[in-house]
């Protein structure tokens, strides 16, 4: 029979412009939220984090949104570089729980 | 720290039978968390231990799969029998006090 893969959502963007990849939760319980970016060939490498008591929280040339009326998790990255090509995974989890989730992922192509 | 170290890398197999991949957690982690990647099903965890303590195996696929921690510096993943659609790449990560985890490089197993 024919074989049906994960179609992953690309996102395609110009070196030097900003990207944002969008992630809807499951789990209305779920209190920590953490972005993954996983590259060809290797593990997911944890991003950035946020708790569900916070709206926003920075990093290192990446943020994060969490709006929790509609269950949204965003990740912003300024000035994408090529070597931000990657596949980006959001997860949840409870603190009380060590068990985290992961979405189906975002593939991210920098254009040089 | 070198990081979650997994072995081996690659593993090529007969279907039929048994094959046994290794994790050293990070040291001073107490949870360790086995997952699977494949492109039809995405990231899924299998196992999860907490202090040498398995506390959710609900997602082991079947009975032909099995986990152990004997202590906190190692773990195993065994399949028997192995299956052509065992074929994936196996991660084993790590986490302290929180649920974000480090990933290991990943084994990737075909099962021929």
């Known amino acids: 029979g024919e074989s049906v893969g994960l179609h992953l959502p690309t996102l395609s963007v110009q070196e030097g412009d900003n990207s944002i990849i969008n992630c809807a939760y499951s789990n209305s319980a779920s209190d920590y939220f953490i972005w993954y970016k996983q590259e060809s060939g290797k593990g997911p490498q944890f991003i950035i984090d946020?708790?569900?008591?916070?709206d926003k929280r920075q990093g290192q040339r990446v943020t994060v949104l969490l709006n929790k009326t509609v269950k949204h998790l965003s990740l912003q990255i300024a000035a994408t570089q090529p070597g931000d090509s990657a596949v980006y995974f959001c997860?949840?989890?409870?603190?009380?729980?060590?068990?985290?989730?992961f979405g189906p992922g975002t593939s991210l192509s920098v254009i040089p | 720290d070198a990081g979650v170290i997994q072995s081996p890398r690659h593993e090529v197999t007969e279907m039929g039978q048994e094959v046994t991949l290794r994790c050293k957690p990070i040291?001073?982690?107490?949870?360790l968390f086995w997952y699977r990647q494949t492109m039809m099903r995405g990231l899924e965890l299998l196992i999860y231990?907490?202090?040498?303590?398995?506390?959710?195996d609900s997602g082991m696929p079947e009975d032909r799969f099995s986990a152990k921690m004997p202590n906190a510096s190692f773990s195993t993943l065994k399949i028997q029998p192995s299956e052509p659609r065992d074929s994936a790449v196996y991660f084993c990560?790590?986490?302290?006090?929180?649920?974000?985890?480090?990933f290991g490089q990943g084994t990737r197993l075909t099962v021929v």
């Open positions: 040291s001073g982690h107490n949870s």
């Open positions: 231990f907490n202090n040498n303590v398995p506390i959710d």
């Open positions: 990560a790590s986490s302290f006090g929180s649920v974000s985890a480090f």
């Open positions: 946020i708790r569900s008591n916070m």
């Open positions: 997860s949840e989890g409870k603190t009380s729980y060590d068990k985290v989730i």
